[in-house]
């Protein structure tokens, strides 16, 4: 349920990121939305675990592990650029399509420490309908 209602919020992220883009920038909407998604995440964490320990041990991890703020940035600053250009539904698939191909990587490779998952003929046959998905969408 939880990956539904953030499957919504995305797809109205998009949206709102690229109207939001053309007003103020790309770079400037994205780094507007990052520093509130940060405000409201710091206030969530200091009220569920009554202080920043949690986050502050994440500096004695891996540095490798910190990429995900890189790849956050990555998609919230190619969001708003890309749906103001190609629609809200083309980036979406896209996203997507993008999304799924590189989970089938992670995991037939069991990259980033997770379980190797096999590369079965049926999803071959969905990541190849999806990437023909992808495609259809970019027709208007």
Do not use: H, Y
Request: hydrophobic letters at 60%; one cysteine or more.
């Amino acid at each position: 349920m939880l990956s539904l209602v953030a499957g919504l919020a995305g797809s109205i992220q998009v949206a709102i990121s690229g109207a939001f883009g053309r007003r103020i920038g790309v770079l400037e909407a994205t780094a507007f939305g990052s520093i509130g998604a940060a405000l409201i995440v710091c206030a969530a964490v200091l009220v569920v675990r009554q202080g920043f320990g949690g986050v502050a041990s994440g500096l004695r991890e891996p540095p490798w592990l910190w990429l995900n703020g890189a790849m956050g940035a990555i998609v919230v600053t190619t969001i708003t650029f890309t749906a103001p250009r190609i629609g809200t539904f083309a980036t979406i698939g896209l996203l997507i399509a993008g999304q799924l191909a590189m989970g089938v990587l992670i995991d037939a490779f069991g990259l980033f420490g997770l379980e190797r998952i096999p590369v079965t003929p049926a999803r071959v046959v969905g990541l190849a309908l999806l990437a023909a998905g992808a495609l259809l969408v970019l027709k208007r």
